[in-house]
């Protein structure tokens, strides 16, 4: 997240706010706990310490003292972060006294005699004291500026509140207000009218720049290229030295210094007249300037000037003074007065104005100077680059369609015009393919290849970004912003020590660079040291107050370090700096999910969707909206408003994100359509199989999200190592069960990106019976790494086991019965990415259960059929053992509006069964043992699965996809020796090989239609074969839509045709309408507390679903869905009768409250009407249930209660015969993290 060093225009042709620190001496070291720092100069400000006489440099990272006196000249400005985090930015021709920094209830005070400020003061601090001549300003607020002209003093408060007094009286100013003081009169207050904050920054441009926009040749445009092309097109050995003089100076910001350089160095070595030795000494001074060798390159120029003239003159003559004032900033040098007579003499002028002076005089410049020279395409460029940087879109706009005009194949037009496209239409596409042209016709232009790193970043092409901001690096390793942009995008992938090396490189370079001091912070918080973090942030925002990403960080920063009011401040602040980016509400979201605060979270989840689509182009259609579509998911399902969640999540879904996955898993957690096991897990809803798929496929695109904060978010992800410990009970008639569970999960940066998380758990409840219990103990384990950027790794290895308990007096006196299971699964996944949108992912499942069921049961048996039964116990125990393997590749790759994923997956395993029959018989009270017999069972299985799966969605209104999957399943089984059951049953002694072969080339096609704005029109047609095993890496919805899960064996085949039209009617009110239809063979359905199952061999089940979700505020969200079932067993026992276990009617409603106390409460009502409970057609009768829960947790996190009532009304419901489900039950859990 907080992608970007800086945007398009930061790329390196106009940097507000930054420091030029190659000359930068070593501070002054204090012996005083200083009071604040130095972190930005531009050159020239002085600093004189207390109880000192002398002036001395004002050097960036200078500690500072109360009584310090600050300085600046006509072209300085200074950047201070004090101790209590208030930053100050000092304007040119200003003198600041700082007298005492906040402590206690004592607030800063300082002293301005003359010149502007702007300042920045945390919030619920002791505020500021700023004395002017005129009057004194005391600041309980924020955001504000000064200025002090003679005996006026001019204040504006941007946010905040400020009291402006002098002895005369006094105003209090608010936000979006200003007052003026004249010494012996009272203060006036007046009202700004569309007030900017960032013209109140004292923002400038970067003295170095002008570099990038002074050429060594009078050439330009299409003779410049021409030239160019002619002298490539001749031999190297045949070239003149002019040709070669030549060719140095257009390579110059065209082509590698190194480039350049070789040609200088082949043209002097020809030979060179008088007037050809003055043009090489010009591109030498600029080879030096541009290698930041000032002194050299002053030097260079100056002897330069002479010798050339026209443009090349007014290079030499600025290069020398620029240069000049670079190498000894304290030193004054007159500005040239050499003019071209064309735009360029005046677009340098303008250039030194928006240096010496601030960004609206060279606005003010450019456009004068346009109006003399209308036809300048540097001249135009330069206007159109500043009203970027003033928000003057509608200027740029005009400019860029001038230049598209005057010269449209030139590289600096290629640039301002992807910068337009880029950051203000978002036509990302278009912009890519811009600066790709100016990279080809320009591979030395290191601007360029920032600005395409840029791109590639915004279009989620992280190793394309990579190699453009590396590309940029080796054309000029002594431009500062492409290490900031490059570390802020490793950040992002957590390769932190890689990133902390760049931003070490980057603030060597430029002691000042804001985006440096950002990255630094990012790197210090992304290692755990979240106070050092926030001072780098600061520190960054103080050196460029408009830089948004910093001002964004530094919010991140507060929250992370739990300092939630300072944190809402900088978001208020990066609100007002661009009050469309999206990327905030993104981050007030989050943060309003985490404090519990459900209306903020929608709210600002809207609002970040609502500016993403505002900014047209790319990010219109909502699908792209990614990140805001989930947040907006999650907000929603804060409040059990999980119909609407799953709306979002849908519309958003993307298969090269893997929130999208998430976002899909969450939304197969749905009311079981025929449960019929009285569980609490599964009384309202139970988890589809296939979400364990998904969660695993979206693990391959985000491997470091298998672990979380526990209880709290990261907004950035940092090293941790969270425990949970919990402990519950159940009550139960009288009976209490109990529940325990331990996790810790974590992060590390080293030896490169990994997350973990490790579970147990163990769960004991009261069955439906006195005497029956269920018994549960669960372990797993997850890991998931990075270990290139490429290449992302997941692990998970989990055991379970179940060992229920049954009231064996069913069973007679003697009898007994037990019914474990035991499963292990095992996973590895690898996944490479060889570029954007273009992935395949290999992964290997294993799995095995092993299960025991067993009985003994007292009875009577005619043994030798004589029509006198005897009295016998019969025992009977079943083993089976199932295992298997399976090995899955798939390929996923885009291109345009298509999305295109195939693969194959095989799995083979084994199945073996061992039978035991034990007979004994009372002859007369004797007891007796009688015939013992066993089998076994031994069968093999082999399955696998071709699929080709295409999505198309060539705007936000529509999407279609469609594929064809192909699963052939072969199963070989014998069973042998079954003495018992030939005595008693005359079965044959040995049974023959039983092969069964299923094939199915399964179609799957779906549409979806958006016809207005908030209605989503969907329906799909799918065959499936239910796999031998639940993990796939092959799609699993269709236009987000799926089969309702049903209890199948393998092999069995459902078709499915489904329907749903989501609306989302107002702001609060949404609804959704699905219908199904499936057809399927093989149903099974599990009796509970037996070893019985009711098989099914065909069937069809019709169902309509009806969902509203109405959000009220507040915190309350309320939910219902109601629906309706008809069904038919179409073949087999049964025909006819509806499926068992599948209710007529059906419907749940309830409320869910959430408030910031950190308490959620949730009442719903779930009733079913009556429905089949055999194939018999025995009926089973309508039942309700009440259920609440309610959760709280410390304000830290660190301890979470819940007590829950379910069943509230102590309904008795079957739900089989003869089997009830829950009755009232209490529950009670206690949670603690650590």
């Given amino acids: ?140 607020g924020t955001d504000w500026s000064l200025s002090v002209e003679g005996n006026r003093t001019s204040l504006i408060v941007l946010e905040g509140v400020v009291e402006l007094s002098n002895p005369q009286g006094s105003v209090t100013v608010r936000q979006g207000e200003g007052a003026v003081a004249t010494l012996g009169s009272a203060p006036t207050k007046i009202i700004l009218v569309q007030r900017k904050e960032r013209e109140q920054m004292l923002l400038h441009l970067n003295l170095r720049d002008a570099f990038n926009w002074m050429p060594a040749t009078p050439l330009q445009g299409p003779a410049l290229r021409a030239e160019r092309t002619r002298i490539a097109a001749t031999p190297p050995e045949w070239r003149t030295a002019e040709q070669w003089l030549t060719l140095a100076e257009v390579s110059l910001g065209r082509d590698t210094r190194q480039n350049a350089a070789l040609a200088l160095d082949q043209a002097k070595a020809r030979g060179l007249s008088g007037g050809q030795r003055a043009r090489a000494t010009l591109v030498e001074a600029s080879l030096a300037a541009m290698g930041r060798r000032w002194a050299e390159a002053a030097r260079l120029f100056k002897a330069a000037e002479t010798g050339v003239s026209g443009r090349r003159r007014v290079t030499a003559a600025y290069g020398a003074y620029i240069a000049g004032s670079l190498a000894d900033p304290r030193k004054r040098l007159p500005e040239p007065r050499i003019d071209s007579r064309d735009g360029y003499g005046a677009m340098v002028r303008a250039f030194l104005s928006g240096f010496t002076k601030d960004l609206q005089e060279a606005a003010r410049q450019g456009e004068a100077a346009e109006r003399d020279h209308p036809d300048d395409p540097l001249l135009t460029a330069f206007s159109a680059q500043v009203a970027y940087a003033l928000d003057r879109r509608d200027g740029m706009r005009a400019r860029v369609d001038k230049l598209a005009r005057l010269d449209p194949d030139d590289p600096l037009v290629l640039l301002t015009r992807a910068m337009l496209k880029g950051d203000v239409d978002s036509d990302l596409e278009g912009a890519q393919k811009d600066l790709e042209r100016a990279a080809a016709e320009a591979p030395g232009d290191a601007q360029v290849w920032n600005a395409l790193g840029l791109v590639h970043d915004a279009r989620d092409a992280p190793l394309e970004s990579e190699a453009a901001f590396r590309r940029a690096i080796a054309v000029d390793p002594d431009d500062p912003v492409a290490y900031a942009n490059l570390a802020i995008l490793l950040l992002d992938q957590s390769r932190v020590d890689e990133a902390a090396v760049l931003v070490d490189k980057a603030l060597e370079i430029d002691p000042s660079l804001s985006a440096g001091y950002t990255a630094k912070g990012r790197v210090l918080l992304q290692r755990g040291d979240s106070k050092k973090a926030i001072e780098y942030f600061l520190a960054g925002t103080a050196a460029n107050p408009s830089y948004g990403n910093g001002v964004l960080a530094a919010a991140v920063g507060y929250y992370m370090d739990g300092q939630v009011d300072l944190a809402l401040q900088q978001f208020d602040a990066a609100d007002r700096l661009d009050p469309n980016d999206p990327i905030t509400s993104l981050f007030r979201t989050a943060i309003a999910i985490d404090q519990y605060q459900a209306d903020d979270a929608i709210e600002n989840a809207r609002e970040s969707v609502r500016r993403f689509r505002a900014r047209g182009g790319y990010y219109s259609p909502l699908a792209v909206t990614k990140s805001g579509g989930s947040y907006m998911a999650d907000a929603y399902r804060l409040i059990g408003l999980d119909g609407w969640a799953r709306f979002y999540g849908d519309r958003v879904f993307d298969p090269f994100t893997a929130s999208g996955y998430f976002d899909a898993a969450n939304a197969r957690t749905l009311p079981s359509i025929a449960n019929t096991v009285p569980d609490l897990r599964n009384e309202a809803s139970s988890a589809d199989p296939q979400a364990m798929s998904l969660i695993m496929q979206g693990l391959l695109f985000d491997p470091l999200a298998v672990a979380g904060r526990a209880g709290r978010i990261d907004v950035i992800r940092r090293p941790f190592l969270d425990t949970e410990v919990t402990a519950g009970s159940f009550s139960r008639d009288g009976r209490t069960g109990f529940l325990s569970g331990v996790t810790v999960q974590g992060f590390s940066n080293l030896p490169f990106p990994t997350s973990f998380v490790a579970a147990a758990n163990s769960l004991r409840t009261p069955g439906p019976r006195a005497r029956e219990w269920d018994t549960g103990r669960s372990a797993s384990v997850f890991v998931g790494a990075t270990p290139t950027p490429q290449d992302h790794v997941v692990g998970f290895a989990s055991f379970a086991a179940q060992d229920p308990r049954f009231d064996s007096r069913l069973q007679g006196p003697n009898g007994r019965q037990v019914d474990s299971a035991a499963t292990g699964q095992v996973a590895l996944e690898w996944s490479h990415t060889f570029s954007r949108r273009n992935v395949v992912n290999v992964a290997a499942f294993g799995g095995s259960t092993k299960t025991t069921a067993g009985a003994t049961v007292n009875t009577e048996i005619d043994l030798f059929r004589v029509g006198f039964p005897l009295p016998a116990v019969l025992a009977d125990v079943q083993r089976r053992r199932t295992s298997y393997g399976t090995l899955a590749v798939n390929h996923t790759i885009g291109a345009d509006d298509f999305t295109l994923r195939y693969g194959f997956e095989g799995t083979t395993g084994r199945i073996t069964g061992y039978e ?261 057609g025995t009926r089973l009768d309508d039942f309700a249930t009440t259920d609440a829960t309610l959760s709280w947790e410390t304000q830290d996190r660190h301890l979470q209660v819940g007590v829950g009532v379910f069943n509230i009304f102590d309904e008795k419901a079957e739900r089989v015969s003869g089997v009830v489900g829950a009755r009232r039950t209490i529950t009670a859990t206690a949670t603690a993290r650590f």
């Fill in 1 to 140: 997240m907080l992608r970007g060093a800086v945007t398009l225009l930061g790329a390196g042709l106009v940097l507000f706010g930054d420091l030029e620190g190659a000359n930068a001496q070593q501070p002054a070291p204090r012996q005083a706990s200083a009071l604040g720092s130095i972190v930005a100069n531009k050159g020239g400000e002085e600093l004189r310490f207390v109880r000192e006489e002398g002036w001395r440099p004002a050097e960036v990272r200078q500690d500072l003292l109360g009584g310090d006196t600050l300085r600046t000249n006509t072209i300085g400005n200074l950047g201070i972060l004090f101790s209590d985090q208030t930053q100050i930015r000092v304007g040119p021709r200003s003198t600041l006294v700082l007298n005492d920094i906040a402590s206690g209830d004592k607030p800063t005070t300082v002293e301005l005699p003359s010149g502007n400020v702007w300042a920045r003061a945390a919030r619920g601090g002791t505020g500021v004291v700023v004395k002017t001549p005129a009057a004194a300003a005391t600041i309980r």
């Fill in 916 to 1176: 035991t029959v034990d007979g004994r018989f009372d002859f007369f009270g004797l007891a007796t043992v009688g015939l013992t017999g066993a089998s076994r069972e031994n069968a093999s299985f082999r399955s696998g699965l071709a699929y080709a799966d295409a999505f198309w969605r060539p705007s936000d209104r529509f999407e279609m996809q469609a594929g064809l999957y192909g699963r052939a399943t072969t199963t070989q089984a014998r069973g042998a020796g079954d003495v018992v059951g030939n005595t008693f049953f005359g079965s044959p002694l040995d049974r023959p090989f039983v092969d069964r072969d299923r094939r199915l080339a399964a179609p799957r096609i779906g549409f979806a239609l958006s016809p207005i704005e908030g209605h989503w029109l969907r329906a799909a047609y799918r065959q499936d074969m239910d796999p031998p095993t639940t993990l796939t890496l092959s799609p699993v919805n269709t236009v987000g839509l799926f089969p309702q899960a049903l209890p199948t064996s393998v092999g069995s085949r459902t078709d499915s045709a489904i329907a749903r039209w989501d609306a989302e009617w107002t702001k609060r009110f949404f609804t959704a309408v699905e219908y199904q239809r499936q057809k399927v063979t093989d149903l099974s359905f599990d009796i509970p507390y037996s070893q019985n199952t009711l098989g099914v061999e065909r069937a069809r089940i019709d169902r309509v679903t009806a969902t509203a979700n109405l959000w009220l505020g507040y915190g309350v969200g309320v939910f219902a869905s109601v629906g309706g079932a008809d069904s038919e067993v179409t073949r087999g026992f049964g025909t006819g009768l509806p499926v068992p276990f599948v209710p007529e009617r059906f419907a749940r409603a309830g409320v869910t409250f959430v408030h910031p106390s950190r308490i959620k409460f949730t009442l719903a009502e779930t009733v079913v009407s009556r429905r089949r409970g055999d194939l018999a």
